[in-house]
């Protein structure tokens, strides 16, 4: 079947702009991530959805960064006002549930580079 | 928090050589224990986890790990290297409960290397 696809799979904006990054995770997958992965820092989580319940944001590295994942399924990422270094190759990932050792499903990522 | 170490940035091995990338984590409740492997320029793909109960574990292309709680390690090896597995490969951990539930939490990486 369909992994999880994202898209753009690469995005270059100017300092200030706002972006928006989409992921479609594998189909009923309850579960959906979204990770940051940069040179200097890694990969780093931002936020995870699972179901109905409220989203763990504790990754999100600043008030310019949010998500949403509407009807239980494709979820959004939005920066706004991009910083030079958000730039970074944003990865998403999706599981049946977010609970006990199931296999997270990464997509092949948005690259994004702020000018 | 859980955290995980892996030992060496960069890894070089020769064609038909042995594979050993190292992994150390620490938590402080029973983890899950992941491998994954990433292509240029493509997603993270698994090679193989460790849940519960039988601590070798087999995964895609020839890759095993071993849990061993004592050194808290889960290292990464494969007999035999081929140049198609040159590549980054990451070792994360994810445990149930507080606030890290659901989440990966990942290593720096290794970039391996494999020399003809």
């Known amino acids: 079947g369909a992994g999880v696809s994202q898209s753009p799979s690469n995005k270059v904006t100017e300092k200030g702009k706002d972006v928006e990054l989409r992921c479609d995770p594998i189909?009923?997958?309850?579960?959906l991530y979204w990770y940051r992965q940069s040179l200097g820092q890694g990969l780093e989580f931002l936020i995870y959805?699972?179901?109905?319940?409220?989203?763990?944001k504790s990754g999100l590295p600043s008030d310019r960064f949010s998500a949403e994942r509407t009807g239980g399924s494709v979820s959004t990422l939005t920066i706004q006002r991009t910083q030079q270094e958000d730039s970074a190759v944003y990865l998403c990932?999706?599981?049946?549930?977010?609970?006990?050792?199931?296999?997270?499903?990464f997509g092949p990522g948005t690259r994004l580079l702020v000018l | 928090a859980q955290s995980v170490t892996q030992l060496g940035s960069h890894v070089s091995v020769s064609e038909g050589a042995l594979v050993l990338l190292r992994c150390n984590y620490s938590?402080?409740?029973?983890?899950?224990l992941f491998w994954y492997v990433q292509y240029p320029n493509q997603g993270l793909q698994l090679l193989l986890k460790?849940?519960?109960?039988?601590?070798l574990v087999k995964g895609i292309n020839g890759f095993e790990a071993e849990f061993k709680k004592s050194e808290t390690s889960f290292h990464l090896t494969k007999p035999s290297a081929h140049m198609s597995d040159a590549a980054e490969y990451f070792c994360?951990?994810?445990?149930?409960?507080?606030?890290?539930?659901?989440?990966?939490?990942f290593g720096q990486g290794t970039i391996l290397t494999v020399h003809p």
């Open positions: 990932a999706s599981s049946r549930v977010g609970g006990g050792p199931e296999t997270q499903y």
């Open positions: 938590s402080s409740v029973p983890p899950y």
């Open positions: 959805f699972q179901g109905n319940s409220a989203p763990d």
């Open positions: 189909s009923g997958h309850t579960a």
């Open positions: 460790y849940t519960t109960g039988a601590t």
């Open positions: 994360a951990v994810k445990v149930d409960g507080g606030t890290s539930y659901g989440k990966l939490t």
